[in-house]
Antibody, heavy 118, light 107 residues
Framework: QVQLQESGPGLVRPSETLSLTCSVS????????WTWIRQPPGKGLEYIGY???????NYNPPLRNRVTISLDTSGNQFSLNLRSITAADTAVYYC?????????????WGQGILVTVS | DIQMTQSPSSLSASVGDRVTITCRAS??????LNWYQQKPGKAPKLLIY???SLQSGVPSRFSGSGPGTDFTLTIGSLQPEDAATYYC?????????FGQGTKVEIK
């Protein structure tokens, strides 16, 4: 079955760029919506943005001017870049797959990666 | 953005109890409402989609109702493994937004 796995640094310095990758196994990244969601320690879930294999993207307005999500179809993976990070960006970052009939329905999730900004 | 308000923020119930969590959207979202279960240290898991459709593999004691602005997640007979935090999420219009979560504890 399809599995997602986040990878990237666990510690990032303030003002730098956070770069994470989500590797997709057991299925093709073509088709579907590919989403990033984060969760600060002890808090709720926050949508970051999504990308579709067609190139369609959507970003959460509070993050829009700092975020880029990209797709690597040959590598079967997608990535998150978050610029000018601060301590407020410390969170567990999840990648997820959205359904083609309902873009926001996240039916498959990665295990998450904790990113600390310090 | 569409605001999602969940209640209660936490509850404690006994095994076998019927538990209901409510979620209110700031505008009508049709049936574009999903429920997730999250256990400590784990990723959220999709339980219910389209307000009332049970995700494959999810026990039938979980059910959901809608559509419109007011939604409920019901656990028909609470089991020990249901201890978790539950989130509603609207997928009607991006940015997708989540409720603040309801923590369910077992007495």
């Amino acid at each position: 079955q399809v599995q997602l796995q986040e990878s990237g640094p666990g510690l990032v310095r303030p003002s730098e760029t956070l770069s994470l990758t989500c590797s997709v196994s057991g299925g093709s990244i073509s088709n579907y919506y590919w989403t990033w969601i984060r969760q600060p320690p002890g808090k709720g879930l926050e949508y970051i943005g999504y990308i579709h294999y067609s190139g369609d993207t959507n970003y959460n307005p509070p993050l829009r001017n700092r975020v880029t999500i990209s797709l690597d179809t040959s590598g079967n993976q997608f990535s998150l870049n978050l610029r000018s990070i601060t301590a407020a960006d410390t969170a567990v970052y999840y990648c997820a797959r959205g359904d083609n009939h309902d873009r926001g329905r996240c039916e498959i999730w990665g295990q998450g990666i904790l990113v600390t900004v310090s | 953005d569409i605001q999602m308000t969940q209640s209660p923020s936490s509850l404690s119930a006994s095994v076998g109890d019927r538990v209901t969590i409510t979620c209110r959207a700031s505008q009508s979202i049709g049936n574009y409402l999903n429920w997730y279960q999250q256990k400590p240290g784990k990723a959220p898991k999709l339980l219910i989609y389209a307000a009332s459709s049970l995700q494959s593999g999810v026990p039938s004691r979980f059910s959901g109702s809608g559509p419109g602005t007011d939604f409920t997640l019901t656990i028909g007979s609470l089991q020990p493994e249901d201890a978790a935090t539950y989130y509603c999420q609207q997928s009607f219009s991006p940015p997708w937004t989540f409720g603040q979560g309801t923590k369910v504890e077992i007495k």
